[in-house]
């Protein structure tokens, strides 16, 4: 996985090939993940929240 396919100049070098590549997203508005969900399940948290992010 990359985020080259979320930067404008990938798809201004590939144009029409660069159509339906997608990249990884960690913050995405649906997601229920916080802090003290991550707490609870005995894993780190990092990043900001997704309020933060948004």
Known sequence: M???PLVSDF???LKEKA???VGPSHWEPGV???PDLAKQRG???F???KE???
């Open 47 to 49: 990043g900001p929240t």
């Open 32 to 34: 229920k993940y916080a």
């Open 52 to 54: 933060e992010f948004i």
């Open 43 to 45: 894993v780190e948290w």
């Open 11 to 13: 798809y201004n070098a």
């Open 19 to 21: 159509e339906c590549i």
């Open 2 to 4: 990359s985020v080259a």
